[in-house]
């Protein structure tokens, strides 16, 4: 079972983050065993050659690729992340450009930043987005940055440059700062999301040990996934590995949280109690 605000949901950082090297259609294969409907692709050089055998692995499995990871913390647009929007492209493919323009420091944010520096760094990957019809989303990996109502200022002013197709990718994992007043910030950046990653949510948890948890055993996670479905958003939804523990087990960590989320915003079970 999985919550209304669920339309496609996809695997995260499940490719440089397992126990072994698999091959894109072993991996393929993982995903459809567990029932989830796309990948993320969050490569490393070492698996930017293997896109296009990914993308052709997931197809076989009536699987979506998803997104696709976009760092450009300085502007630049490496060699290898070009050619595999291109090669996506190329097979006719439109995911996501998950854009990290900044890898922030963990913790609540102190320092200011500028919208018009950031979306320099981002305006060359603005326009690959564009020239081959896929939506660039700026991606919260903590800092200035990381911050949703700052990436709303950054997207106004790529809008103010004339790119349109653009959103918020915003991960749960990058957000413990937010969770205290969460119900009051998701209402005010909700419609720029475009894709949400969901993590098992606990207090303090801004890096280390417990920054990174199966979703559903986070003591918050039901209270977030409440403001969520309340406010009728619904679209792309990520469930992360992020460990070094094998992709099949904590995926379906994940999606057992998942599906006991579910059944408790539904009401099909009562109202849980610590620890389930």
Not at 21 to 26: G, L, S, Y
Not at 246 to 255: F, G, M, T, W
Request: with cysteine; net charge negative.
């Amino acid at each position: 079972m999985r919550p209304a605000f669920v339309d496609t949901l996809a695997a995260w950082c499940v490719v440089p983050y397992d126990d072994r090297e698999r091959t894109p259609a072993e991996r393929a294969q993982v995903l459809a065993t567990l029932g989830i409907d796309a990948l993320a692709w969050d490569w490393r050089d070492e698996h930017a050659a293997q896109l296009g055998e990914q993308a052709d692995a997931l197809a076989a499995q009536n699987l979506a690729l998803a997104a696709i990871w976009a760092p450009v913390p300085d502007g630049t647009i490496s060699r290898a992340l070009e050619d595999q929007v291109r090669e996506a492209s190329g097979r006719g493919l439109t995911p996501q450009l998950w854009a990290c323009a900044e890898f922030g420091a963990p913790g609540p944010v102190t320092e200011t930043g500028d919208p018009r520096a950031y979306a320099d760094r981002l305006e060359g990957l603005a326009r690959l987005a564009d020239e081959n019809g896929m939506t660039l989303a700026l991606y919260n990996h903590l800092g200035w940055f990381g911050e949703p109502l700052n990436q709303l200022r950054v997207l106004d002013e790529l809008a103010s440059r004339g790119f349109a197709n653009t959103g918020m990718a915003y991960m749960q994992h990058h957000g413990h700062a937010h969770i205290d007043h969460f119900a009051e910030l998701w209402p005010q950046f909700q419609h720029a999301v475009v894709a949400l990653g969901l993590n098992g949510m606990r207090d303090g948890a801004h890096w280390g040990h417990g920054k990174v948890l199966p979703y559903g055993h986070g003591p918050r996670d039901l209270e977030l996934a409440k403001v969520i479905d309340g406010s009728g958003w619904h679209g792309l939804t990520a469930v992360i590995g992020h460990t070094m523990d094998p992709i099949e087990h904590r995926l379906a960590d994940d999606l057992a949280g998942l599906d006991w989320i579910a059944r408790a915003l539904s009401a099909h079970q009562p109202e849980p109690r610590w620890p389930h």
